[in-house]
C-alpha cells in the first residue's frame, strides 16, 4: 500500500528481508504474520511478537531489574511526570495528523500514555529490546497499543510511520547513529522523530553507569548527529533548567561517597524525595516549560530534546 506521499510502505521479513506491504490498518508486527517469501514466523512469548529473541533477556543496554523499581516512581516523580508532558506538548506540535506512532524502548509504558493523549486519533504502537517491559506496558494499556520486542537498530520498517519516539534511548546504545539511519528509514517522508537524551558530559555519575549509559549529548550534538543521517531539524532545547543547579549539587555531593551503590539504591537516592520537594521541582519544570512554550532559549539542562523531520523528498 503507498501512503500519501506516493511511497510504498513495508515491512522487511527478519529472515530474508524480502519486503512484504504494511496497510494502514493493520498492525506493525501481526501476532500471525509470516513471511510470503521464505515461510519465516517470528518467535513470540508471552503474547508479544519478537523481532530479536537473542536480545530478549540480555542485560544489553538496560538492567533488566529496572523494569521491577521504575512502575514504583514513575507515575509520581517529577522528571517522569514533566517529560510526559514535554512529549506531549512537541507531539502536538509537530505532529498533530499522525495516523501512526511509535516508541521505540518504551519500557514500561508510561510514556506512551502521553502518545495516547497526544494523538487520540492514531494508531500507537511500543517497542523494546526486552518483553519483560512490555509486560508492565501492557497492564497499562491493555490492547489499545500494540507492543512488541525490537531492536531498535533492526526495525525491518520502512515509510512507515508519521512520528518516532524515542524517550532516553539512544544514550544506551552504542550505535546511536545507526539507530538514527533506521528510524530515517523507518518515517514516511515528512515524518517526525522526537527524541530526549541526558545532556553535559561533565554531568556523568554512578547512575549514568548503572543505567548502561554510553554517553551524555554536548548541547547540540543529538542534532548533529540527526543531521548527518539526512533529518532536518526542526526544534532543539535543554529540558530540567530550572532544577539543573539542583542537579549539579546532586551528582557532585554522590562523587564523594567512596562506597559504591547497587541499582535500587541508586534509584532510591535520585526518585524518592519528600512531597514538598517534589511539589517544587515539578512547579519549577512546569515554569520552564511556560518559558519553553513562550520560545526563550534554554542552553542548558540535565537533559535535551530533539525534534528532526525526515525531508517530503528524501
Known amino acids: 500500500m503507498s501512503t500519501d506521499s506516493g511511497v510504498d510502505s513495508c515491512r522487511l521479513c527478519p529472515s530474508c528481508g524480502a519486503a512484504s506491504a504494511l496497510r494502514q490498518e493493520e498492525a506493525l508486527w501481526p501476532r500471525n504474520w509470516h513471511c510470503d517469501a521464505c515461510g519465516f514466523e517470528p518467535a513470540e512469548t508471552n503474547g508479544f511478537v519478537l523481532l530479536s529473541p537473542l536480545l530478549d533477556e540480555v542485560n544489553e543496554g538496560f538492567d533488566l531489574e529496572n523494569f521491577a523499581l521504575l512502575p514504583k516512581v514513575e507515575s509520581t516523580h517529577f522528571w517522569f511526570i514533566s517529560r510526559n508532558e ?5 507531539m502536538q506540535r509537530f505532529a498533530p495528523d499522525a495516523r501512526r506512532a511509535l516508541e521505540i524502548g518504551c519500557g514500561t509504558g508510561f510514556v506512551l500514555q502521553a502518545l495516547r493523549d497526544a494523538l487520540p486519533a492514531a ?3 511500543g517497542s523494546e529490546l526486552h518483553s519483560i517491559g512490555l509486560a508492565t506496558a501492557r497492564e497499562r494499556h491493555g490492547g489499545s497499543v500494540e507492543l512488541f520486542q525490537m531492536d531498535a ?8 510511520l508519521d512520528v518516532v519516539g524515542a524517550f532516553d534511548v539512544l544514550e544506551h546504545i552504542p550505535e546511536d547513529v545507526a539507530v538514527l539511519e533506521e528510524i530515517h528509514r523507518m518515517l514516511r517522508p515528512g515524518g517526525v522523530l522526537i527524541a530526549t537524551v541526558p545532556q553535559h558530559p561533565w554531568m556523568w555519575s554512578t ?5 548502561h549509559h554510553q554517553r551524555r549529548y ?7 548527529r540527526a543531521a548527518g543521517v539526512g533529518f532536518t531539524i526542526a526544534y532543539q532545547s535543554s529540558f530540567m533548567t530550572l532544577a539543573f543547579p539542583l542537579m549539579v549539587a546532586s551528582r557532585l555531593l554522590a562523587r564523594r561517597r567512596t562506597v559504591p551503590r547497587t541499582l535500587r539504591e541508586q534509584l532510591q537516592a535520585e526518585y524518592v524525595m519528600s512531597p514538598v520537594t517534589a511539589r517544587i521541582m515539578l512547579g519549577l519544570s512546569r515554569i520552564e516549560h511556560g518559558l519553553r512554550r513562550l ?12 525534534v528532526a ?3 517530503e523528498n528524501s
Open 218 to 224: 554536548r548541547v547540540g550534538e543529538l542534532a548533529r
Open 153 to 160: 537498530r533492526r526495525s525491518g520498517l520502512r515509510n512507515a
Open 295 to 306: 520560545g526563550l532559549p534554554l542552553p542548558c539542562g540535565g537533559s535535551q530534546v530533539l
Open 207 to 211: 547512575t549514568d553507569d548503572l543505567a
Open 123 to 125: 494508531r500507537v504502537a
Open 86 to 90: 514535554l512529549v506531549r506538548w512537541l
Open 309 to 311: 523531520k525526515r525531508p
